[in-house]
């Protein structure tokens, strides 16, 4: 009977195949990665504190001082200087003679404005007609009189002027003349000397300043 049973023990191991009595290794798995550990997240910003009240003022407490501005400086125009002789303003007069000589006879106007020493100023209008309705003005203006000593004067004189000659045609043309010159007291000054380009017309006007005592 032993026979028999190490007969077929001899038999079943010989019919096992060989994998079956070495069997494969089972797979290895492979290691495991570490948990990467997620960013930190941004810092909170603390928030802005809101603004300060301000403090109610209570019945006799003194509420706080209020800067003060520092003040706004104003340009203020420096007073126009005073007259070089004494205090008192004086009067200039100013004669203006025109003479023209158109159509050969010399024609003479004067005309005479008072004004003061001190940015003193004057004017003369005049108009005439001709006989066929043509006006004829005849005007001076003084300006920004100036006092410059006891003797000399400084003046803007400004002149409109037009002829006129009854048996003259054409008539003469209008002429101004403007000048800003000095004038000492009493003598002569000429501004103006003009020629007409069509004829044998000739102008000429002077101005006198007199300084009144």
């Known amino acids: 009977m032993k026979k028999v049973l190490l007969v077929a023990s001899l038999a079943v191991a010989l019919a096992t195949p060989v994998w079956a009595q070495n069997p ?18 941004p810092a909170a910003q603390p928030a802005p504190a809101p603004p ?23 340009a203020v125009p420096a007073p126009p200087p005073v007259p070089g002789s004494g205090a008192t303003p004086r009067n200039v007069k100013f004669d203006i003679t025109i003479t023209d000589t158109a159509g050969g006879k010399p024609i003479t106007k004067a005309l005479s404005v008072t004004v003061s ?17 043509t ?10 009189v100036t006092w410059h000593s006891d003797t000399v004067v400084r003046a803007s004189v400004n002149v409109e002027y037009q002829a006129y000659v009854p048996d003259a045609k054409p008539q003469p043309g209008l002429m101004t003349a403007s000048s800003n010159s000095v004038f000492e007291d009493g003598r002569r000054t000429q501004i103006l000397q003009t020629a007409d380009p069509t004829s044998d017309r000739r102008t000429t006007i002077e101005v006198t300043a007199t300084i009144l005592k």
Do not use: C, E, H, K
């Open 24 to 41: 494969a290794p089972a797979p290895v798995a492979p290691p495991a990665r570490p948990a990467q550990a997620p960013p930190p997240a």
């Open 52 to 74: 300060a009240a301000p403090a109610a003022s209570r019945p006799g407490q003194a509420r706080p001082a209020t800067p003060a501005r520092a003040p706004v400086a104003v």
């Open 117 to 133: 020493n001190y940015s003193g100023t004057g004017s003369i209008r005049s108009t005439g007609v001709r006989p066929d309705g």
């Open 135 to 144: 006006p004829v003005p005849l005007n001076v203006d003084i300006r920004n």
